[in-house]
């Protein structure tokens, strides 16, 4: 092998290291395990002994490098020496690292900032740890949580949108790049145990299944446990769960109890227990994502109570209310000004993201959404209870003096409720407005199983207060500045301060490397790393006036745009997700940001070369970071985007029971089509239950026996009553097919399918009758499609999850979405059904 060919070996076999001519087992069976092949270390390693222990000939490196022993015929005439072996060690005294990262949550919702939701856990440790009020995000929660994984810009992480917005260019495609080794993978390297806890959002959606590539799974990018799940959301009360790399049904229910916020401060609490009793010296690191503060806001009821009232003076005055705090507290500058509540131009805003004013709503409408806040605030403080459970055990056990608590949220308030709220918010996903008068019907319901609720856009600019804007929005702060709170009371001698240099969350994972005396290597596992975008904020745990080291930060989301750099900002003025495109006759803003923190004073025209110089430094930065091309089309249209995937597209899927539930992004596709379900059954005369379910209460379809009767319920996003179709003949006992077909006919006011469904027994049709579809997913995420059964919350009210199928077998279901009609589909199951 010439040194060229060693070299080539060495980038596919990450054990390989060329620079040094040197090979360890070790280095060997990690090398062989990282490349998927593990099995063939072992001749590999034979070959190598044969060779005298310098490995097959052509490599000239020996496995038994670095040991200082000696080796004789007999064990007795020979000396080991273990330190080539042994596992590396974090450096004495690492501290522990605990990041706790909210979802969805603007700089004015909490109490330590001047908000009106209570946070004891988080005051608690701001009162003994510092309060940084120049931090941001990307505005998104998966480009956010890659920078956390990684410390680069969410482009290098090739995550320019949500995972399920993916794209394929270099910084959209969704999957980290081997370039881009994780703070998890490295601390575990170097001697740490790794823990994530709750959401992870940076799965690919075709990923999300039993049978898929784990390769971005928590496991597989450095975590020793995980204990959570994989989407962008999932329901409080009924989530989807995973545990390391399996899909897992939830512990128990809401009627005993159960909150997902809770489980996952038990199961973090439990790893914590586990890592203590067996390894007490070794540090940790433990990633805690909550699903607050994303919806669905769902509170326990005694929580929500605490809110009652104290949301009815409406989002403006909250507005003013919360910013006087601010500026009292010290988090904002004495002068700052309020931005409006409607910043964007008619020309550019999206009706979507408008915020109706307060003194234009009636009674109802204002006691509808004063109801949202309530429960959104019991929500969050519920959830800062939870983290405050694991904070307890920490300093029980005497662990939270060296622990170093990151606590934060991942971008502004989110806007997806629209201006009237949301009683389902996946309506927002499927471009679907919301109904005042059908939300209003679950006003005492909000936060509960019932529904799938968020507020109205006019909360998220109240959270987000003083800014223009919300999640989504890069190139305002409202989408972007989010509370941090550092704690460590052995590293941080300052207590209760405040701390104003501007800082991003790419700054989170070289603070982390800082603080534990561990830096990201040059290479891992035989690749070279892209360095890391962000800088370590440890400077100023012990100096409040140091100025900040961050000196130039792009922003790019959703056909948003901006940048800031040494105290100014540039801004595009351009809607999220407003399909205008035309990108280069965006109109730009300057702000002084270090003067005007609330970014209320447009300075373009005074400073027109300042305005240039900032517009050449986002160029620069999109070359340098892949964020090229810009999309902004809406979010029906990206979620909808056909991506490659494990398994070939095909317009047959055949499902069977017994199995986990099928996540919709690698389900049969019937969004926007026809389709046809046949299910091949043997029914006894007592046959009852789920044949086939996919959703849940908020979004799907089932098709099931009931009494005797067969029913085909679409739930169209939850709206009410259920579309219900009742075969007119009963079933009899024997071999069956039982189907439905949805023929489209034409696309409705806001693009739903609109079409006519029938139901079939056998080949004879049983009823039939209009019908209206979802074009967007049922879900974000979760409630995956299921057969003989119905998992989390059940799709239709007629049964109860999970509406296990007795009484008989099913042999299969199949989803049809191509042009073969149903008869011809019918006679193909039932002769297949007659051979079994």
Known sequence: MTPSDREQSSSENPGVEP?????????????????????????????????????????????????????????????????????????????NVLVVLFDDTGLASWSPYGGRINMPVLQRLADNGLTFT???????????????????????????????????????????????????????????????????????????????????????????????????????????????NRFIDQPYGPEQGYHLSKDLADNAIKMLRDQRSTNPSKPWYMWFCPGANHAPHHSPAEYAEKYRGQFDDGYEAYRTWVLQRMIDKGIMPKGTALTPINPLPK????????????????????????RMAEVFAGFSEYTDAQVGRIVDYLEQTGQLDNTVIFYCADNGASGEGSPNGSVNENKFFNGYPDDLNENLKYIDRLGSPDTYNHYPTGWAVAFS????????????????????????????????QIRHQYHHCTDIVPTIFEVTGISMPEEFRGVKQYPINGV?????????????????????????????????????????????????????????????????????DQNPDKLRELRDAWDEEAKNNFVLPIDDRPA?????????????????????PDASPVPEGVAANIRGKSYKIIASVDLAPDAQGVIFAHGSRFGGHTLFVKDGTLHYVYNFLGIEPEQDYIASAPLSPGKHTL??????????????????????????????????AQTGKFTLAGDGLCVGYDSGDSVSQQYR????????????????????????????????????
Request: overall charge negative.
């Open 465 to 496: 207060t003083p800014f223009q804007m919300f999640k989504r929005y890069s190139q305002f702060s409202g989408g972007t500045c989010d509370p941090l709170v550092i704690h460590w009371p052995k590293g941080i001698k300052a207590k209760g």
């Open 347 to 370: 020309d550019v805003a999206l009706d979507a993201d408008a915020v109706r004013p307060w003194d234009s709503l009636n009674p109802d409408e204002k006691r509808l959404f004063s």
């Open 536 to 604: 370590s904020m440890r400077y100023t745990f012990d100096d409040a006036d140091a100025a900040t080291k961050k000196k130039r930060q792009y922003y790019a989301m959703l056909g948003t745009r901006g940048i800031w750099q040494d105290g100014w900002k540039a801004s595009a003025v351009h809607a999220a997700l407003s399909d205008k495109g035309h990108f280069n006759d965006d109109k730009w803003e300057l702000y002084h940001v270090d003067e005007d923190r609330s970014e209320s004073k447009n300075l373009a």
């Open 134 to 244: 120049q931090w941001h995000t990307t505005a998104l929660c998966s480009p956010t949580r890659s920078t956390f994984l990684t410390g680069r810009n969410h482009h290098v992480n090739r995550s320019a949108s949500i995972t399920e917005g993916a794209e394929g260019f270099p910084g959209a495609a969704g999957r980290l790049p081997a370039q881009c080794a994780t703070v998890a993978q490295v601390l575990q390297d170097n001697g740490y145990a790794t823990f994530w806890i709750g959401k992870d959002h940076n799965v690919p959606e075709e990923d999300v299944s039993s049978g898929g590539s784990k390769s971005e799974w928590p496991v597989q990018k450095g975590f020793d446990r995980f204990y959570g799940y994989l989407g962008g959301e999932t329901n409080q009360w009924y989530p989807d769960l995973v545990e390391d």
């Open 801 to 836: 999850t999970p509406g296990t199928f007795t009484g008989g077998t099913i042999q299969n279901v199949t989803i049809d979405v191509g042009k073969e009609s149903f008869t011809d589909l019918q006679r193909e199951a039932a002769a297949a059904l007659e051979r079994n």
């Open 19 to 95: 620079a040094r001519g040197k090979l360890s087992r070790r280095s060997i069976l990690g090398g062989f395990a990282a490349a998927g092949m593990g099995a063939a270390a072992v001749p590999f390693l034979a070959a190598c002994d044969k060779n005298g222990g310098d490995g097959p000939p052509g490599y000239g490196t020996g496995i038994n490098d670095g040991f200082d022993g000696k080796i004789e015929l007999d064990v007795r005439d020979s000396t080991p020496d273990w330190k080539p072996f042994e596992i590396k060690k974090a450096p004495d005294g690492a501290p």
């Open 739 to 772: 189907g439905m077909e949805f023929t489209r006919e034409k696309s409705g006011q806001y693009g739903e399918s609109l079409g006519s469904t029938t139901l079939y027994i056998d080949d004879q049709p049983v009823n039939k009758g209009a019908m209206r």
């Open 636 to 656: 029906v249209d990206l979620l909808g985007v056909e991506r490659p995937q494990a398994e070939p597209p095909r317009d047959r899927y055949v499902y069977y």
